[in-house]
């Protein structure tokens, strides 16, 4: 363990995403981001929807949406996500969240007013939109390895990110003795052809084979997290409740350039 103090901010800014842009920050969270009226009105919702969802790499959470993560994986999957990125973003945001409002819709606009350039979301090599969003539920015994998120995609075609930063709004999260605590190691990882060569079969990298993480941070229902996605990152096993997120991607190129939203 390193023994250095998170550096955070409280509030998404534009002096706080370039904060953590430059390595300055280490996370920015947003308390309470999402009202807890939005999970009461779109929670059972949500949950049929996992329900009837799977994630391909892993059993030990569903996943509302094919990932890019996913995508990357096979060309099958490759091609789902680019015939079903638009059709599910919609489903989330009209169906999943009628009448409450996304809250990643709602980053969305925030951050297109506060970046100089603004936000939009990704297109991908054949010229449509990616997937905005995917919804994860995890359930008692699930955790997530210890990962990176890569800075680039073929998908994605000619985006060249400067940094990816990761997302996640937390819709409900397990209670107090629950697990389910996102864990960060002071590791960022710029030779992603490195990390390739160590990870595991299915995703990730052997907790067995890293020290405890650096820091534990337990999200309350509703915070909105922001982090470096090329830092290790995992999820803590769950023994009790549930943990339910929605999550995205921020790419960076520069100042000059949109930022790039997809999941």
Same mark, same amino acid.
């Given at each position: 363990?390193?023994?250095?103090?998170?550096?955070? /901010?409280?509030?998404?800014?534009?002096?706080?995403?370039?904060?953590?842009?430059?390595?300055?920050?280490?996370?920015?969270?947003?308390? /309470?981001?999402?009202?807890?009226?939005?999970?009461?009105?779109?929670?059972?919702?949500i949950e049929t929807a996992c329900d009837a969802s799977t994630y391909t790499l892993t059993p030990d959470f569903q996943c509302v949406g094919?990932?890019?993560? #996913?995508?990357?994986?096979?060309? #099958?999957?490759?091609?789902?996500?680019?015939? #079903?990125?638009?059709?599910?973003?919609?489903?989330?945001?009209?169906?999943?969240?009628?009448?409450?409002?996304?809250?990643?819709?709602?980053?969305?606009?925030?951050?297109?007013?506060?970046?100089?350039?603004?936000?939009?979301?990704?297109?991908?090599?054949?010229?449509?939109?990616?997937?905005?969003?995917?919804?994860?539920?995890?359930?008692?015994?699930?955790?997530?390895?210890?990962?990176?998120?890569?800075?680039?995609?073929?998908?994605?075609?000619?985006?060249?990110?400067?940094?990816?930063?990761?997302?996640?709004?937390?819709?409900?999260?397990?209670?107090?003795?629950?697990?389910?605590?996102?864990?960060?190691?002071?590791?960022?990882?710029?030779?992603?052809?490195?990390?390739?060569?160590?990870?595991?079969?299915?995703?990730?990298?052997?907790?067995?084979?890293?020290?405890a993480p650096d820091w534990t941070i337990r999200p309350g229902n509703g915070d909105l997290v922001i982090f470096d996605a090329a830092r290790?990152?995992?999820?803590?096993?769950?023994?009790?409740?549930?943990?339910? /997120?929605?999550?995205?991607?921020?790419?960076?190129?520069?100042?000059?350039?949109?930022?790039?939203?997809?999941?």
């Amino acid at each position: 363990m390193s023994g250095r103090r998170l550096r955070a /901010a409280a509030d998404l800014s534009y002096d706080a995403l370039t904060g953590l842009i430059k390595g300055d920050l280490d996370l920015i969270r947003c308390q /309470a981001y999402s009202p807890p009226e939005v999970y009461k009105v779109a929670g059972p919702r949500i949950e049929t929807a996992c329900d009837a969802s799977t994630y391909t790499l892993t059993p030990d959470f569903q996943c509302v949406g094919v990932s890019i993560g #996913e995508a990357n994986e096979s060309p #099958e999957k490759a091609e789902q996500y680019v015939a #079903e990125g638009a059709a599910t973003t919609t489903l989330i945001r009209e169906s999943l969240f009628a009448g409450v409002g996304s809250p990643i819709d709602r980053l969305l606009t925030q951050l297109d007013e506060l970046w100089p350039a603004g936000a939009d979301v990704a297109l991908t090599r054949a010229g449509r939109p990616a997937l905005l969003n995917v919804i994860r539920r995890w359930r008692s015994a699930g955790q997530a390895n210890p990962h990176i998120d890569q800075r680039n995609s073929e998908i994605l075609g000619d985006y060249t990110f400067t940094k990816r930063l990761g997302v996640n709004v937390y819709l409900e999260v397990p209670p107090e003795d629950g697990g389910g605590e996102l864990e960060l190691w002071d590791t960022v990882v710029d030779d992603e052809r490195d990390y390739m060569e160590q990870r595991r079969a299915d995703y990730g990298l052997d907790r067995g084979r890293l020290t405890a993480p650096d820091w534990t941070i337990r999200p309350g229902n509703g915070d909105l997290v922001i982090f470096d996605a090329a830092r290790v990152h995992g999820v803590r096993r769950l023994t009790k409740g549930q943990r339910v /997120a929605m999550a995205c991607f921020l790419g960076v190129r520069g100042v000059d350039d949109p930022l790039a939203l997809f999941a």
